[in-house]
């Protein structure tokens, strides 16, 4: 296994075996636009459409969010998390983005995994 965290938003992990489910953990970012782009976004809100700015925060936040989710797992000796799901609010001009999931430690699976069969 690399020295990468395995993040998935299923329960299990094809592939794998969970060997030790180690419990919750997180990556939290809270951010905001400077004035500047708080007035760009508002002057185009006015016409409608998408708001540029803030889904380039709300992309950085997640990727930052992600990140930290990943250094807090293996700070608890996890090497993937299950379950991953994200949720986002806001806190006056302040958007808080979490990324929340299940550390665990997985092993790659070695036997042969034949399906179910009903009859």
Known sequence: MTEEIIVVSTPYLPGYRITKTI??????IVRSRGLGRNI????????GGEIHE????????????LGRLKDHAKA????????VQFDSSDISYMTEL?????????????EKISPVRLG
């Open 23 to 28: 419990g919750f953990t997180w990556g939290l």
């Open 40 to 47: 760009t976004a508002g002057l185009r809100s006015l016409a």
């Open 54 to 65: 803030y889904t380039e925060l709300l992309s950085q936040s997640r990727e930052q969010a």
């Open 76 to 83: 608890l000796g996890a090497n993937a998390i299950i379950g």
């Open 98 to 110: 979490l990324a929340y999931g299940t550390a665990v430690v997985v092993e790659k699976e070695t």
